[in-house]
């Protein structure tokens, strides 16, 4: 039995939605959508700097003669009503770490596989590796790509995690690309609150809300305000997608989450010390950025709100050790009108001249 078809049986064995096959030459057709990116400066600070590293195989693994494309679908139904109080966290992070989740059964079928063939050797990547896993997917037959920028599959939509694989054995494309599908349909586009997405594969990812609850630092007042009461992630532009209407569950339980867990009490997020959010969180996605991101977009998500039962919390902020969180604890008193300026004004003489300048460069 052939490996392609053996690879198959497996992915199934052990869970993957979708699964295909193309071989180790260079990715050509999202070259131009890169370039223009870069060009327009268009690239956030996570995107490689160097985007045709992303296209090429070999040059990730000179040992490279084939790629499996593969996608776990995490699509759960939203049953949760987010409070008025609260934040919210996309559906990539209310459940265990999909990169723990997918890469495990990526890892299963090619140890099973290793066992028909011995002379494999692979090398597994989820959203970790230079090669895009959104190329590699498309490339693969498992999605067109989408005006939304995500790779959406005609019966599991775009709610699906996407991993590849590396192998030194020979593989032939398993199936041709699929045209793109959205037709006249620009929802995604028309959506986006801030703008992020410019047209058809265009994509402004430093206007992008997931991008801006990861970027680390300090956050001008349009970001801040731009992130509305995300605190990790965003799904808007998935959420209003045609493709992603009327699909069916994941049977995958790891992808469980409570109502806590997609609308979290923002309180309780400031209130969190290193064990509590490892408890909490350090099992998901959002783990990566580690607390005090998250903290900090709490933070700002309180000042969005301006409820006068946050007040007195933003005022406990101005405490914290953390300038980070000083800072945008007064950015966000800001948003209270005349009481919370002149808190700020009192607060602001007790913090040093760097403090000082870079509230005052960050404030608009």
């Known amino acids: 039995e052939n490996f392609q078809t053996e690879a198959g049986k497996l992915s199934k064995k052990y869970g993957l939605d979708l699964i295909g096959f193309t071989d180790a030459e260079a990715k050509t057709f999202f070259k131009d959508i890169y370039r223009e990116r870069a060009e327009a400066g268009r690239l956030c600070g996570i995107d490689k700097t160097d985007f045709l590293v992303r296209l090429r195989p070999h040059g990730v693994w000179e040992e490279c003669r084939g790629i499996l494309g593969a996608a776990l679908s995490y699509y759960k139904e939203d049953c949760c009503a987010?409070?008025?109080?609260?934040?919210?966290?996309?559906?990539?992070?209310?459940?265990?770490?999909?990169?723990?989740?997918?890469?495990?059964?990526?890892?299963?079928?090619?140890?099973?596989?290793?066992?028909?063939?011995?002379?494999?050797?692979?090398?597994?990547?989820?959203?970790?590796?230079?090669?895009?896993?959104?190329?590699?997917?498309?490339?693969?037959?498992?999605?067109?790509?989408?005006?939304?920028?995500?790779?959406?599959?005609?019966?599991?939509?775009?709610?699906?995690?996407?991993?590849?694989?590396?192998?030194?054995?020979?593989?032939?494309?398993?199936?041709?690309?699929?045209?793109?599908?959205?037709?006249?349909?620009?929802?995604?586009?028309?959506?986006?609150?801030?703008?992020?997405?410019?047209?058809?594969?265009?994509?402004?990812?430093?206007?992008?809300?997931?991008?801006?609850?990861?970027?680390?630092?300090?956050?001008?007042?349009?970001?801040?305000?731009?992130?509305?009461?995300?605190?990790?992630?965003?799904?808007?532009?998935?959420?209003?997608?045609?493709?992603?209407?009327?699909?069916?569950?994941?049977?995958?339980?790891?992808?469980?989450?409570?109502?806590?867990?997609?609308?979290?009490?923002?309180?309780?997020?400031?209130?969190?010390?290193?064990?509590?959010?490892?408890?909490?969180?350090g099992g998901t996605s959002a783990a990566w950025r580690g607390r005090n991101t998250l903290q900090r977009n709490a933070v700002i998500v309180l000042g969005n709100l301006k409820l006068e039962k946050y007040f007195n919390l933003l005022l406990q902020c101005l405490e914290d050790t953390r300038k980070e969180i000083r800072m945008h604890a007064m950015f966000s008193l800001l948003e209270y009108g005349e009481k919370g300026k002149a808190l700020v004004a009192t607060a602001l003489e007790k913090e040093d001249e760097a403090f000082i300048k870079g509230f005052g460069c960050h404030r608009e």
Not at 109 to 136: A, C, H, N, W
Not at 229 to 253: F, M, R, S
Not at 273 to 280: A, P
């Open 82 to 281: 987010r409070g008025t109080g609260n934040g919210r966290f996309s559906r990539v992070a209310r459940g265990t770490d999909y990169h723990k989740v997918l890469k495990g059964k990526m890892e299963l079928v090619m140890q099973e596989l290793s066992i028909s063939f011995p002379e494999l050797e692979y090398k597994v990547f989820v959203d970790t590796g230079d090669l895009s896993d959104r190329v590699i997917a498309y490339e693969c037959g498992l999605g067109f790509y989408g005006k939304n920028n995500f790779i959406i599959h005609p019966k599991q939509g775009s709610y699906i995690f996407l991993g590849h694989i590396l192998v030194n054995i020979p593989l032939e494309k398993s199936a041709r690309p699929l045209a793109e599908s959205c037709g006249d349909c620009s929802l995604c586009i028309s959506a986006c609150p801030t703008g992020a997405l410019i047209g058809n594969k265009k994509l402004d990812a430093n206007r992008c809300i997931s991008y801006l609850t990861q970027k680390k630092g300090i956050l001008t007042r349009w970001e801040r305000k731009a992130i509305g009461v995300h605190i990790y992630g965003c799904d808007i532009c998935q959420e209003v997608c045609p493709w992603n209407k009327a699909l069916e569950e994941t049977l995958e339980t790891a992808f469980d989450y409570s109502c806590e867990t997609a609308f979290p009490d923002l309180e309780a997020i400031l209130g969190m010390g290193n064990r509590d959010f490892k408890e909490q969180y």
